[in-house]
């Protein structure tokens, strides 16, 4: 009786950790989703959190649980997860966010807590634990959704500068003021959809770890499902300003139909990993996105070396976060 009692405390602790992430995980990437429609100037940032916020839970209605699916059970071979591998998952991840927020560097919350899950994973039973395809087409995705979000975003600002070469520019403006709002919406759709699933995989696999959800069921349980979009939604509210400024205005300046074409690229390419079951990160996503937008003007409408700063955060964000993961699990076999 007490194992059990100290296992169920154990569990309610790791997914209260998992939650704290999930929460933070809004809260770093709020910027994602409002950077464009902040610094174009469409809403104000009061405004543009609590807009990101309710579409980011309104994505619990529109998309499967592939994503979660590919997290609980496509990362690491079953058996494997225990409570102190889900504990250094999470620290690591957790830590890698905290920096990085501090510093103002765009990097990816999913990425961080996939390292976070590899770093813990190899501590305990090796690199022969993890299943290749779910570590391979994440990892490949690191360079895809980028490149994707580049190309759709350079593509549509082609397309909309041809479209409207000859309606005045103050036109212009004003209809894509409006229509950011929509862009806005849709991206905040993909950021909730693709990125509280990540959470929603990790609780799933804690709970089929401690035998509190059968591996063989189809779905995680409700309350998960819904506590995990909660958290992000409210993590999306308080926002994350400093990132915001990096995201908005230091890669480039960004007009209205600009910043209509970043978000559009962006949520296409979300929605498209999220139905395919791939942990994506809406970093690097929005970050393709807004490069590709400004480099259809010049080249030198882009700050490339703000974005190869943030390049590097992105190379170093599973190393640094499965090895502070490594150590977290370590610490944790001293602890419970």
């Not at 690191?142 to 909309?160: D, H, K, N, T």
């Not at 819904?226 to 230091?250: D, E, H, P």
Request: charged share 10%; aromatic share 12%.
């Amino acid at each position: 009786m007490e194992i059990v009692q100290t296992t169920l405390w154990v569990v309610v602790m790791l997914v209260a950790l998992a939650l704290l992430f999930d929460f933070m995980n809004g809260f770093h990437d709020a910027a994602n989703s409002i950077a464009t429609v902040v610094s174009t100037g469409v809403l104000k940032p009061g405004q543009a959190v609590l807009f990101a916020a309710f579409f980011n839970v309104v994505a619990i209605l529109v998309f499967q649980l592939s994503v979660a699916a590919t997290v609980g059970k496509g990362i690491v071979q079953p058996g494997i997860v225990d409570t102190h591998v889900v504990f250094g998952a999470l620290v690591g991840a957790i830590t890698w966010n905290v920096i990085t927020w501090y510093y103002g560097i765009p990097s990816s919350s999913s990425h961080a807590l996939i390292g976070g899950i590899v770093g813990a994973v190899i501590a305990k039973a090796g690199a022969g634990a993890l299943v290749s395809t779910g570590i391979l087409k994440t990892v490949a995705f690191i360079f895809v959704s980028p490149l994707l979000g580049f190309v759709l975003g350079s593509l549509m600002m082609v397309a909309v500068a041809w479209i409207f070469r000859r309606t005045r520019p103050s036109k212009v403006d004003k209809w894509f003021r409006r229509l950011q709002l929509v862009s806005a919406g849709a991206y905040s759709l993909g950021h909730g959809g693709n990125d509280a699933q990540k959470t929603i995989g990790i609780i799933w696999m804690l709970l089929i770890a401690t035998g509190y959800t059968a591996a063989g069921d189809a779905a995680p349980p409700n309350w998960v499902v819904l506590c995990c979009y909660a958290a992000i939604g409210a993590g999306t509210m308080f926002g994350g300003w400093r990132i915001v400024k990096t995201m908005g205005q230091r890669i480039t300046k960004l007009k209205p139909v600009g910043g209509f074409c970043a978000e559009t690229g962006g949520a296409i390419t979300l929605f498209l990993a999220t139905a395919l079951g791939i942990p994506v990160s809406t970093t690097h996503t929005i970050t393709g996105a807004i490069v590709g937008v400004g480099s259809t003007q010049r080249a030198s409408a882009v700050r490339w070396g703000v974005a190869g700063n943030i390049v590097w955060a992105w190379i170093f964000t599973i190393p640094a976060s499965a090895f502070v993961a490594a150590v977290a699990y370590w610490i944790s076999l001293q602890i419970f």
